[in-house]
């Protein structure tokens, strides 16, 4: 069983950066391959970003795509979303979410991940 806690969420102006951490415990962190979601107000969960197991290989939703870098530290259990240029319609709760897959791919399906955090609220005003 893994256990996945999001951190770095919080208030940006518009055209700012943050930088989320997920971590997580409870099993073998390279095994998992690594996705993150979020949920605007009013919206359903979409995806943002995913990277495989070993940090070779990562996908950008389109409306995130150079703005946003997904990377992971299989040493100390983390994946982390760097997040930049932030716009007003980046505002939404964020969840990292852990695929215990024996390919080395990314997944953009949230029925591919079996483990998912609480979330953490990114906030962007003008």
């Known amino acids: 069983q893994v256990q996945l806690v999001e951190s770095g969420g919080g208030l940006v102006q518009a055209g700012g950066s943050l930088r989320l951490s997920c971590a997580a415990s409870g099993g073998t962190f390279s095994s998992y391959a690594m996705g993150w979601f979020r949920q605007g107000p009013g919206k359903g969960r979409e995806f943002v970003a995913a990277?495989?197991?070993?940090?070779?290989?990562?996908d950008y939703a389109d409306s995130v795509k150079g703005r946003f870098t997904i990377s992971r530290d299989n040493a100390k259990n983390t994946v982390y979303l760097q997040m930049n240029s932030l716009k007003i319609g980046d505002w939404a709760v964020y969840y990292c979410?852990?695929?215990?897959?024996?390919?080395?791919?990314?997944?953009?399906?949230?029925?591919?991940?079996?483990?998912w955090g609480q979330g953490t609220q990114v906030t962007v005003s003008s």
């Open positions: 979410a852990a695929n215990p897959t024996r390919s080395d791919s990314t997944f953009r399906s949230q029925p591919s991940y079996n483990y």
């Open positions: 990277i495989s197991r070993s940090g070779g290989s990562a």
